[in-house]
């Protein structure tokens, strides 16, 4: 099974953990497009898909 997480630019932390790909955009809705521990503001257009092999 694979997993991704989308994660914080600006303080590291995951946002999200998603068992099923979906767009970013999608999963950052729940969230109102900030960082729920540092409140930065989170843009979709921002984030890149990197893939690595646990």
Do not use: E, Q, W
């Not at 994660?7 to 946002?15: A, L």
């Not at 409140?39 to 898909?49: K, M």
């Amino acid at each position: 099974m694979m997993s991704a997480d989308v994660v914080c630019g600006k303080c590291g932390s995951v946002i999200y953990t998603m068992r099923m790909l979906k767009s970013v955009k999608d999963a950052l809705r729940a969230t109102n497009n900030r960082c729920p521990v540092c409140g930065a503001a989170l843009n979709p257009a921002d984030f890149t898909v990197a893939a690595t092999k646990r």
